[in-house]
């Protein structure tokens, strides 16, 4: 079974900085995808980014971008200039596209985003 | 557009009552899972199916079950609601595949909100 596992229950950032959230996971499949899903206070998870375990490059969205280390099973998100709107539960996937444990989640890191 | 919906967004029921949880996706997509999410704990995988009446127990399955008739169709069951059951109740759905044209993979409803007194 995979295991994800998110380090930093919260994190605070000033508005415009940057922030890292770290994640890491641990299994023995070679495919896979890895997500960060944000969970603003309406409780609707939002895809925030999405990388394939095949692919070299890291995925980038506007501000959001990872840094995939595979060999070391690590998924950190680093969000640049930090707005109000991030301020949110952020969650690390695991997807493998198997049964039950082909969909894994990480505890959460809670944003804080001070003005 | 997408959708996975939760029928209904907030509840309060009593100890002991048996009670329906429903989620409905309209995406055709194969698999189905319930979660529960409390504070610290994450999301925790209660049941997935991954066809119609095909169900696997996850991490937490104890004071649950489910039923799948219809591959749209997934619904969460507390035969007798107890107060440790009282948390946020997340569907989620997704393709047997975890290829997704649209890039994502993964649909979430809005969420139940149960609270057993």
């Known amino acids: 079974a995979q295991t994800v596992t998110q380090s930093q229950p919260e994190m605070s950032v000033q508005e415009a900085e940057t922030v890292t959230l770290s994640c890491t996971y641990d299994?023995?499949?070679?495919?896979?995808?890895l997500f960060w899903y944000k969970q603003p206070p309406s409780r609707q998870m939002i895809l925030v980014i999405r990388?394939?375990?095949?692919?070299?490059q890291n995925a980038t969205e506007n501000r959001f971008s990872v840094n995939f280390q595979k060999a070391a099973k690590s998924f950190s998100l680093k969000i640049s200039d930090s707005q109000l709107g991030d301020a949110a539960m952020y969650f690390c996937?695991?997807?493998?596209?198997?049964?039950?444990?082909?969909?894994?989640f990480g505890k959460g890191t809670h944003l804080i985003i001070q003005p | 557009d997408v959708k996975v919906t939760q029928s209904s967004r907030y509840l309060v029921k009593r100890t002991g009552e048996k009670v329906f949880l429903e989620c409905v996706q309209d995406?055709?997509?194969?698999?189905m899972f319930w979660y529960r999410q409390d504070p610290g704990l994450g999301l925790r995988l209660i049941y997935f199916?991954?066809?119609?009446?095909?169900?696997e127990k996850g991490d937490i399955p104890e004071g649950y079950s489910v039923s799948r008739e219809k591959k749209e169709r997934f619904s969460l069951i507390l035969e007798s609601a107890s107060t440790n059951q009282t948390s946020m109740y997340l569907c989620?759905?997704?393709?047997?595949?975890?290829?997704?044209?649209?890039?994502?993979?993964?649909?979430f409803g809005e969420g139940s909100w149960l609270t057993v007194v």
């Open positions: 989620a759905s997704s393709l047997r595949s975890a290829v997704s044209i649209s890039g994502n993979t993964i649909y």
């Open positions: 199916s991954y066809d119609v009446k095909m169900k």
């Open positions: 990388q394939e375990a095949y692919k070299q």
């Open positions: 996937a695991f997807y493998s596209g198997g049964g039950a444990d082909g969909l894994t």
């Open positions: 299994t023995s499949e070679s495919d896979y995808y």
């Open positions: 995406m055709d997509h194969e698999n």
